[in-house]
């Protein structure tokens, strides 16, 4: 059996997935859409969301999604679940601090975890209200780290000069 990729997600593909009527659209809290053996999304969702003003948690794990697009919509959202797919830039997850409810975020298994040491320095920089992300909670001592190693950052970029004091993979994290 073949995989079907759905590159076009829309809407109206959305409440067909989820079982949902456009009266559901504005009201839902929670959306599902793994990615099967069967069906994944390809891409990205788009403005398929757009509508889903109450949204708080999306879980569009094990797709083949490559952006984050069109998320900036869902200013409720809480948590979201992209484990296992193909985001591969960091700029793409850093779009999500459009969401300043975004408490957990699972981004495991995709490209982007795995090739910037500073990716979760990145992370708990930019997207300051997370209390967990890839699974592992985000604590005091992980902002302090992220503070420093950014500020320390960027007063070598306006000097010139090069990061003496914090190095990002003095931080990686065991999951």
């Given at each position: 059996?073949?995989?079907?990729?759905?590159?076009?997600?829309?809407?109206?593909?959305?409440?067909?997935?989820?079982?949902?009527?456009?009266?559901?659209?504005?009201?839902?809290?929670?959306?599902?859409i793994p990615g099967s053996i069967r069906q994944k999304i390809s891409g990205g969702?788009?403005?398929?969301?757009?509508?889903?003003?109450?949204?708080?948690?999306?879980?569009?794990?094990?797709?083949?999604?490559?952006?984050?697009?069109?998320?900036?919509?869902?200013?409720?959202?809480?948590?979201?679940?992209?484990?296992?797919?193909?985001?591969?830039?960091?700029?793409?997850?850093?779009?999500?601090?459009?969401?300043?409810?975004?408490?957990?975020?699972?981004?495991?298994?995709?490209?982007?975890?795995?090739?910037?040491?500073?990716?979760?320095?990145?992370?708990?920089?930019?997207?300051?209200?997370?209390?967990?992300?890839?699974?592992?909670?985000?604590?005091?001592?992980?902002?302090?780290?992220?503070?420093?190693?950014?500020?320390?950052?960027?007063?070598?970029?306006?000097?010139?000069?090069?990061?003496?004091?914090?190095?990002?993979?003095?931080?990686?994290?065991?999951?």
């Open positions: 059996m073949d995989c079907k990729y759905v590159e076009d997600v829309t809407e109206d593909w959305i409440l067909k997935q989820c079982s949902l009527t456009h009266s559901d659209i504005c009201v839902v809290e929670e959306i599902s969702l788009g403005s398929s969301l757009v509508s889903c003003l109450s949204l708080r948690y999306l879980d569009i794990s094990r797709n083949n999604i490559s952006t984050l697009d069109g998320l900036q919509y869902c200013k409720a959202l809480e948590t979201i679940n992209v484990y296992y797919n193909n985001i591969s830039k960091l700029s793409e997850v850093l779009r999500l601090a459009q969401n300043p409810n975004l408490r957990e975020i699972d981004v495991r298994l995709n490209p982007v975890s795995v090739m910037s040491t500073e990716y979760r320095l990145m992370l708990v920089h930019a997207l300051t209200s997370l209390t967990m992300l890839d699974k592992v909670a985000v604590t005091d001592k992980d902002r302090m780290l992220s503070l420093k190693y950014h500020s320390t950052d960027q007063a070598n970029q306006l000097t010139g000069s090069h990061n003496d004091g914090v190095q990002a993979q003095d931080y990686r994290y065991e999951r």
